[in-house]
T-cell receptor, first 110, second 113 residues
Framework: GIQVEQSPPDLILQEGANSTLRCNFSDSVNNLQWFHQNPWGQLINLFYIPSGTKQNGRLSATTVATERYSLLYISSSQTTDSGVYFCAVGGSSNDYKLSFGAGTTVTVRA | AAGVIQSPRHLIKEKRETATLKCYPIPRHDTVYWYQQGPGQDPQFLISFYEKMQSDKGSIPDRFSAQQFSDYHSELNMSSLELGDSALYFC????????????FGPGTRLTVL
């Protein structure tokens, strides 16, 4: 199956700081999603981004499919941004399940 | 907007008991996926259904079974529960397998004592 690597594994930020999370994957994909898992365990869809660039408020994401990586940018971080950020990918045309990376744990300090 | 509904949200069972988790996909979504997330781990794919037929299978124990019904809701049945089955179980749905984005429900937290 597709291998997904996220970096860094942990990130500690001061409120107001900017950060970049990275997701590398081992094969071509037809689906790439970024999620935020809050302290209550809910997986919140951030972006569906198999290619290109998207922005939603203080968050933006870029996927360069030909180079097999995606980046998630958090700007002006807030304490509510704390949690685990997962990148998940779906592979070939007959493989629709998502394979998740190990996640990046983000802690934003006031 | 309507979201994926899962019930129950929390479930406590004893070892060797049986549990049934239910998932109601977003209206007009015909594909359902089940994932299991152990403590401190990332979600792992269990099984999926498209148009009421099993479409893919992951590392799902033989003690687990699942199906999708005519109204597209799905149930995950877990028998002979073990301590290691304690996890967060997510259901996700998509409009079809070929339109990629999966929308996740809030999860069912299963605790096996």
């Amino acid at each position: 199956g597709i291998q997904v690597e996220q970096s860094p594994p942990d990130l500690i930020l001061q409120e107001g700081a900017n950060s970049t999370l990275r997701c590398n994957f081992s094969d071509s994909v037809n689906n790439l999603q970024w999620f935020h898992q809050n302290p209550w365990g809910q997986l919140i869809n951030l972006f569906y981004i198999p290619s290109g660039t998207k922005q939603n408020g203080r968050l933006s994401a870029t996927t360069v499919a030909t180079e097999r990586y995606s980046l998630l940018y958090i700007s002006s971080s807030q304490t509510t941004d704390s949690g685990v950020y997962f990148c998940a990918v779906g592979g070939s045309s007959n493989d629709y399940k998502l394979s998740f990376g190990a996640g990046t744990t983000v802690t934003v300090r006031a | 907007a309507a979201g994926v509904i899962q019930s129950p949200r929390h479930l406590i069972k004893e070892k060797r008991e049986t549990a049934t988790l239910k998932c109601y996909p977003i209206p007009r979504h015909d594909t359902v996926y089940w994932y299991q997330q152990g403590p401190g781990q990332d979600p792992q794919f269990l099984i999926s259904f498209y148009e009421k037929m099993q479409s893919d299978k992951g590392s799902i124990p033989d003690r687990f079974s699942a199906q999708q019904f005519s109204d597209y809701h799905s149930e995950l049945n877990m028998s002979s529960l073990e301590l290691g089955d304690s996890a967060l179980y997510f259901c996700a749905s998509s409009i079809t397998p070929r339109v990629g984005e999966q929308f996740f429900g809030p999860g069912t937290r299963l605790t096996v004592l």
